[in-house]
């Protein structure tokens, strides 16, 4: 009986001091996916490709004044999952916006709701994949009302026929259309 209560301390005091070891090395007692761990981070050189960044300026000859462009919104930020979802259909459903963003959305400058999203489709998006992920993210934009139009990656943009389609997505926001500013 001694000898087992002896080998009960000692396994305790092993405990104890492997629990001090870890409060020691990771500064929390949980340690594991719960501790702080210092990743290391660097700045973008910019928040959009050359290509992105071409059509913005671009943009910014078309947009009123009384309109702001913004750049990668995240798709939760922007629409919400309809209300009636709950628990495990709610999170399903906010897990397929969470991590996606519209490259481009006006806004209207004075309370920034949102009146066009743009999505700027290079030759990645006539790949089957994300064929798929561009038929959702229409779906979702439509559903929540917000219009979008499609814009294909040129080399330049004629402003006036991006203007005449921006107006023309904008008018009739229940469902995606594609332009032709080539």
């Known amino acids: 009986m001694i000898e087992l209560i002896s080998l009960l ?14 409060i020691l090395t990771t500064g929390h007692a949980s340690g594991g996916k719960n501790s702080p761990k210092e990743y290391h981070y660097q700045k973008c050189d910019s928040l959009l490709t050359n290509t992105e960044l071409q059509f913005y300026k671009t943009l910014q000859e078309v ?11 995240r798709l939760a930020d922007l629409i919400n999952v309809a209300k009636g979802a709950k628990g495990k259909d709610w999170g399903a459903a906010f897990n ?8 481009f959305l006006i806004c ?14 290079d030759r990645s998006h006539e790949k089957e994949s994300r064929k798929a992920r561009d038929a959702f993210f229409n779906q979702a934009l439509e559903s929540a009302g917000v219009p979008l139009l499609r ?4 080399r330049a943009y004629d402003t006036a026929k991006l203007r ?7 008018r009739l926001p229940t469902a995606p259309r594609k332009a032709t500013s080539e």
Do not use: C, Y
């Not at 301390?9 to 870890?22: D, K, P, S």
């Open 108 to 121: 209207d400058s004075t309370e920034l709701k949102p009146i066009l999203a743009i999505e700027l489709d």
């Open 63 to 73: 947009v009123r004044k009384d309109q702001d462009i913004m750049v990668k919104v």
């Open 9 to 22: 301390i000692f396994i305790g005091a092993l405990l104890l001091g492997l629990w001090l070891v870890r």
């Open 96 to 103: 397929r916006i969470k991590s996606k963003h519209v490259d």
């Open 151 to 154: 814009v294909k990656v040129a």
């Open 164 to 170: 005449e389609d921006m107006i023309q997505a904008w």
